[in-house]
């Protein structure tokens, strides 16, 4: 019987289209549910006459693979995994290779890859992303874990993976252990960023501006054809002209009560402990957690009623002034991201290729957008870039949008209307880009009531100073800290 050229256990609807993608690419996919009858209907229905084979226990599993056995696991993130990993384990041989393609947490990637390399075996933690649809036609795929995985699962990973338009494919080898799914992490968190900004230019345009569905529907169709080409603004343009079978817009008949899985949260906890100024994305989390209170919002809107102004100005300029904003903010939505990713990259000793993952990201996966054409050229010119903004092209286009951004973000704090991510965006811009700040009087403040000592701008970095503020403080100091 001819041996399969890989496995996967979990035949959800990613798993599903995964193995279709593999078979279609020429590979013979074996596959095991843990709920045997999944199998049964698979092989029976969707991949009846496919060179996919159905096997009905793991035992079976391992033994219908080519070695080294490859074996991707598609089970919800957290305990699952380890269970499976256990399970598997006593079926595999030295140099075997297990593959993780859930959203599991990179820590937990970390502390699997060392369990199963003491097995004599590698681990691959991946990043898939493109939801269903890209599962099924080519997502962006990001692996880490052990390195001498890669050789072995490099033909399937780039021949089922998006492609740009020159053909390179949108996967490449992220690093070691952790890496391949932080660089997903932090894919999503950006993700989170830039449907939270889609989201509130909507709301100013239908609140502030009062503008229909079907207006927006137009004004997004002609975004896409500019640098915020991108799938987001095109699915919200179908989104906005989408009507259901009385003829009625869709959308304006969703509850505004936004779920999450929990990898944007992951993003901002993670750049908490990195100590980086995620901030944009922070309030794309916060955001969704603030339209869950639902009903609290309903009584505090009777509390604090207020009516927002009729829009009085040049519609149309206003219009292209909220597109030039929702550029600029987005353009500090990935500074940040890429950013916490420099700063993790040194914290876990992985040698991440930034520009190679602007290139994963340009196909196949939620964030898709020419955008990210112009952040390779930038890490190309310069791996060592310390934030986007440096670069030479976004400097002189953030230069350019400033004006609209500030006109848009002060007219929606006029008007009552929260916009959480541009102006959290325009802070950060405006304080990244400030040469003095008042922390001068908040190390003063720390000295005062902690004697935490300060350094002084007329003396050389690195050494520290502690006033005695009340003249009965003493001038014992409680040592450094920095966050």
């Known amino acids: 019987m001819k041996k399969a050229n890989i496995g996967l256990v979990g035949l959800a609807v990613m798993g599903e289209n995964l193995v279709m993608n593999m078979e279609s690419r020429g590979f013979t996919v074996a596959v095991y549910n843990r709920t045997t009858e999944k199998v049964k209907n698979f092989v029976e229905g969707r991949a009846a006459g496919k060179n996919i084979i159905g096997t009905y226990s793991l035992e079976e599993l391992a033994a219908s693979l080519e070695k080294p056995r490859k074996i991707m696991m598609m089970v919800k993130a957290g305990q699952a995994v380890d269970d499976l990993i256990d399970t598997l384990i006593p079926y595999l041989e030295e140099g075997d290779i297990l593959i993780d393609g859930g959203n599991s947490h990179f820590p937990d990637t970390i502390r699997r890859t060392a369990y199963v390399e003491s097995k004599g075996l590698l681990y691959v933690g991946s990043g898939v992303s493109g939801g269903e649809e890209g599962a099924l036609t080519g997502p962006s795929l990001m692996p880490g874990g052990s390195p001498a995985a890669w050789e072995h699962i490099k033909p399937i990973f780039q021949a089922i993976c998006a492609k740009v338009e020159d053909g390179a494919p949108c996967c490449e080898w992220v690093g070691e252990n952790g890496a391949g799914h932080f660089v997903k992490m932090v894919h999503n968190g950006i993700e989170y960023g830039d449907m939270q900004l889609i989201c509130e230019a909507y709301q100013l345009m239908k609140d502030g501006m009062g503008m229909t569905a079907e207006e927006m529907h137009e004004v997004f169709a002609e975004w896409n054809k500019t640098e915020l080409d991108s799938y987001l603004i095109e699915i919200t343009r179908d989104i906005l002209g989408y009507k259901d079978e009385n003829g009625e817009t869709t959308v304006n008949y969703i509850l505004d009560t936004a779920g999450q899985k929990g990898t944007g949260k992951w993003t901002a906890v ?186 002084r701008i007329d003396q050389p970095r690195g050494q520290f100073y502690h006033t005695n503020w009340t003249g009965h403080g003493g001038n014992t100091s409680a040592g450094t800290y920095n966050a």
């Not at 286009?397 to 004006?403: D, M, V």
């Not at 922390?439 to 720390?446: E, G, H, P, V, Y």
């Open 270 to 455: 993670s750049a908490l402990d990195e100590g980086v100024p995620l901030t944009m994305i922070g309030e794309a989390v916060f955001s969704r957690c603030l339209s869950a209170q639902k009903a609290e919002r309903v009584n505090a809107a009777k509390v604090f009623p207020r009516e927002i102004p009729a829009f009085e100005g040049d519609r149309k300029a206003f219009i292209e002034a909220i597109r030039k904003a929702l550029y600029a903010s987005k353009i500090i939505s990935y500074a940040q991201g890429y950013t916490l990713m420099r700063t993790a990259a040194k914290t876990y000793g992985w040698n991440l290729n930034y520009g190679g993952i602007a290139l994963m990201w340009r196909g196949g996966c939620i964030i898709r957008s020419v955008f990210l054409g112009k952040i390779k050229e930038a890490y190309e010119k310069n791996p060592e870039l310390d934030n986007l903004l440096l670069d030479d092209y976004f400097a002189e286009t953030i230069k350019g949008l400033i004006p609209a951004w500030r006109e848009v973000v002060a007219y929606a704090v006029k008007a009552g209307i929260p916009m959480p991510a541009f102006s959290s965006a325009l802070n950060y811009f405006d304080g990244y880009t400030t040469e003095c700040l008042p922390a001068n009087l908040l190390q003063a403040q720390r000295d005062y009531f902690g004697a935490h000592t300060y350094e």
